[in-house]
């Protein structure tokens, strides 16, 4: 690294420092609330669908989800005038979801000759900062819908999208409300969608439409007609989709638009369709964005930032937080067992 490089790192460690009240960033300190909010912050504007969700603090690592958002009937009449008393109702009398917000740490380090190339270029100090956060709060997201499990020496070999991280939504719903998650058709473990032969065997669900309004009729009945309700879709059921309609329409110069514009994929089974990035190329989740939350235990982030190792010729940084994937409404959420589901492909089951 070279001496003017070291300087702005050194400078660098030393606002970090400033800005969380510690002498040396470069050893492992506690995020100040005031800097925890502005990470929170960093998080819901490097992904659309970061800003859509709760991201909030908690102060038990352990507890019950908080019931955020209000769903069922709350408008109702009495009359008063027959010396009836007006009775309140609770905008939150369903099951409520355990959580346990476990610590998952965002280690990463940058190079020396990295840091050497952009050392003249302006904002040093931001592109550090920024140099891995947008791949973290990437890692959040896909862990939030691969997470099945919450290891102590986790394998990034062996689960590539950390499945064994922490436990995520699809998880939640596996574990607390098991009747909202599709898993199964006409055989055993598996979940077809298209439309089969007698010899291959028939589909369960003719096209995705039928598939999103089937995970749909596993809502609660008093939240199945919430005005918030979205099918988040995975790209391969979005793509297999869209190349049916290119196969019947794509000569028809109006319909070729509509695909084009992305109006075909813009409601599947009555719900505004979503293709969230991380989520499962096979996946359906029926739910609302506020319906989804991550909760982060206040005071339980912790870093060190540009600390030095020569030994590999770089800067590492270290990160953890105590972190729970929570669903705020069990009956507001249903899904397809991503894993078990077969596309209709080339005369046979795929």
């Known amino acids: 690294m070279k001496e003017k490089t070291k300087k702005l790192v050194a400078a660098y460690a030393a606002t970090v420092a400033k800005q969380n009240g510690v002498e040396d960033a470069t050893e492992k300190f506690s995020v100040t609330p005031t800097a925890t909010q502005k990470i929170i912050a960093q998080m819901r504007?490097?992904?659309?669908?970061?800003?859509?969700?709760n991201i909030v603090t908690v102060t038990n690592q352990k507890g019950e989800a908080l019931g955020l958002g209000v769903t069922g009937m709350?408008?109702?009449?009495?009359?008063?005038?027959?010396?009836?008393?007006?009775?309140?109702?609770s905008v939150f009398?369903?099951?409520?979801?355990?959580?346990?917000?476990?610590?998952?740490?965002?280690?990463?380090h940058i190079r020396y000759?990295?840091?050497?190339?952009?050392?003249?270029?302006?904002?040093?100090?931001?592109?550090?900062?920024?140099?891995?956060?947008?791949?973290?709060?990437?890692?959040?997201?896909?862990?939030?819908?691969y997470g099945t499990s919450c290891a102590p020496d986790t394998d990034a070999a062996a689960n590539p999208n950390g499945e064994d991280v922490n436990k995520g939504w699809f998880q939640g719903i596996r574990d607390n409300?098991?009747?909202?998650?599709?898993?199964?058709?006409s055989v055993a473990g598996e979940i077809r969608i298209g439309e089969g032969n007698e010899t291959k065997g028939l589909g369960d669900f003719?096209?995705?439409?039928?598939a999103v309004m089937n995970v749909k009729g596993l809502l609660g009945d008093v939240c199945a007609n919430d005005a918030d309700l979205v099918a988040i879709i995975g790209t391969d059921l979005l793509s297999y989709d869209k190349a049916k309609f290119y196969a019947e329409h794509g000569n028809?110069?109006?319909?070729?638009?509509?695909?084009?514009?992305?109006?075909?994929?813009?409601?599947?089974?009555?719900?505004?369709?979503?293709a969230v990035p991380g989520f499962p190329a096979t996946g359906i989740l029926v739910t609302s964005f506020k319906n989804l939350s991550l909760y982060i235990q206040e005071g339980s982030i912790r870093r060190s930032v540009a600390k030095k190792n020569d030994e590999?010729?770089?800067?590492?940084?270290?990160?953890?937080?105590?972190?729970?994937?929570?669903?705020?409404?069990?009956?507001?959420v249903a899904a397809i067992e991503f894993d078990n589901v077969k596309l209709w492909l080339d005369g046979d089951w795929h």
């Open 93 to 108: 009398n369903m099951e409520a979801m355990p959580y346990m917000c476990e610590q998952t740490n965002f280690d990463s």
């Open 206 to 210: 003719i096209n995705l439409d039928l």
């Open 177 to 185: 409300n098991s009747n909202a998650m599709l898993n199964k058709g």
């Open 45 to 53: 504007e490097s992904n659309w669908f970061l800003k859509k969700i």
């Open 113 to 145: 000759d990295q840091l050497d190339a952009f050392a003249h270029l302006k904002g040093f100090n931001a592109i550090i900062s920024n140099q891995t956060r947008e791949q973290i709060d990437a890692n959040k997201i896909t862990i939030g819908f």
């Open 252 to 274: 028809t110069p109006s319909e070729k638009a509509g695909i084009e514009d992305k109006q075909v994929i813009g409601t599947y089974g009555g719900l505004p369709a979503f």
């Open 312 to 332: 590999m010729d770089q800067i590492d940084n270290f990160e953890s937080m105590n972190m729970a994937y929570v669903i705020e409404h069990l009956e507001k």
């Open 74 to 89: 709350i408008a109702s009449r009495t009359n008063t005038k027959a010396g009836k008393k007006r009775k309140t109702k």
